[in-house]
């Protein structure tokens, strides 16, 4: 079910000032593709939480004075290899041309996501 460009107009009024009021809620709020978990960084952080493991184990089988610095050095790597993997990073900037305007050229997320749980919700109804 389509809005009219009344309700359209009055809720961009209501996003503009929402983003004029608490602009770090409105961003939380807005989806954008590229803040999840990322498959990437599941990879790198799992095979630096390997490496870790085995500079471990290589601490452990080590008989010199060296041992724990070894064994401690490849738990902190095990750690920050979790740690990587289990993040989700930093959103991507994406940059807008000259020529555009700012909400011609990024997706209308806040907005966009709420017409679509509204159009599901109104689909789902018998």
């Known amino acids: 079910m389509a809005l009219s460009?009344?309700?359209?107009?009055?809720?961009?009024q209501l996003e503009q000032q929402l983003h004029a009021e608490d602009p770090k809620f409105a961003n939380s709020m807005a989806s954008s593709g590229g803040r999840g978990m990322s498959t990437r960084r599941i990879v790198l952080g799992a095979l630096m939480?390997?490496?870790g493991i085995a500079v471990l184990i290589l601490g452990i089988s080590l008989e010199s004075p060296f041992n724990i610095i070894v064994g401690i050095l490849g738990f902190m790597i095990m750690g920050a290899g979790m740690y990587y993997a289990t993040t989700k990073g930093k959103p991507s900037q994406e940059r807008v041309p000259a020529g555009k305007k700012e909400?011609?050229?990024?997706p209308r997320g806040f907005m966009s996501n709420l017409e679509s749980k509204w159009d599901e919700r109104k689909r789902d109804q018998p």
């Open 5 to 12: 460009e009344h309700e359209q107009r009055l809720l961009d």
């Open 103 to 106: 909400r011609e050229a990024t």
């Open 49 to 51: 939480a390997v490496a």
